[in-house]
């Protein structure tokens, strides 16, 4: 089974300017979430989508958003891009089954730099 | 709130020596842990996951991990380190369970894991 694709792996972007990431998950898998990763701050959750609809947010600004098409690919948006947006965003996928949280599989990220 | 902490941010071993990464979580409610790996310019990739069926956990490459909850831990252990361990080590807890779907992961700063020949 394919794993979790991000496309493009790399973006270099100007301040003000904006940008769209691309997901797609485990085929099967429903949830799609995004996480930021920085030197400084770690690992931190953006957004999970579920059937189409954001079912849980982090605490970003309302510059970062996402949705979620029928086919459970996901694409997230940053728009007036800054400095600080500059990271790795990584996608991950999992089943959504009754029993509880499940492991989230992760693509391998898109790096995104902001001059 | 569900938090993680990863004691020592660096971590260094000799090939053939015990690895012993640590982590301590923080959670109002059973919790559901996990360990991530991730090498340079790659995502993460699941190691292991504890979910209350068992207290000892055997993941992959030869990692296990022992949930203790008197001591609020999770410590991540491999008897014997390979060059190829060398990569950073996230422990993760999920956020509460809402009706039985998929919460979101709480990840600890991570542990980079040097082994030397």
């Known amino acids: 089974k394919a794993g979790v694709t991000q496309t493009p792996r790399y973006l270099i972007k100007t301040r003000g300017q904006q940008v769209t990431l691309s997901c797609s998950p485990i085929?099967?898998?429903?949830?799609v979430s995004w996480y930021q990763q920085t030197p400084g701050q770690g690992l931190q959750f953006l957004f999970e989508?579920?059937?189409?609809?954001?079912?849980n947010k982090g605490n970003f600004p309302g510059r970062f958003s996402g949705r979620q098409f029928s086919n459970s690919r996901s694409e997230m948006n940053v728009s007036t891009l800054e400095l600080g947006d500059s990271a790795l965003y990584l996608c991950?996928?999992?089943?959504?089954?009754?029993?509880?949280?499940?492991?989230?599989?992760f693509g391998p990220g898109t790096r995104l730099t902001v001059t | 709130a569900q938090s993680v902490t990863q004691l020592g941010s660096h971590v260094s071993v000799s090939e053939g020596a015990l690895v012993l990464l640590r982590c301590n979580y923080s959670?109002?409610?059973?919790?559901?842990l996990f360990w991530y790996v991730q090498y340079p310019n790659q995502g993460l990739q699941l190691l292991l996951k504890?979910?209350?069926?068992?207290?000892l956990v055997k993941g992959i490459n030869g990692f296990e991990a022992e949930f203790k909850k008197s001591e609020t831990s999770f410590h991540l252990t491999k008897p014997s380190a390979h060059m190829s361990d060398a990569a950073e080590y996230f422990c993760?807890?999920?956020?509460?369970?809402?009706?039985?779907?998929?919460?979101?992961?709480?990840f600890g700063k991570g542990t980079k894991l040097s082994v030397k020949p």
């Open positions: 085929s099967g898998h429903r949830s």
């Open positions: 993760a807890v999920s956020d509460i369970d809402y009706g039985g779907s998929q919460g979101n992961l709480i």
């Open positions: 959670s109002s409610v059973p919790p559901y």
């Open positions: 991950a996928s999992s089943l959504v089954i009754a029993g509880g949280p499940h492991e989230q599989y």
């Open positions: 989508y579920f059937s189409e609809t954001q079912r």
């Open positions: 504890y979910t209350s069926a068992a207290t």
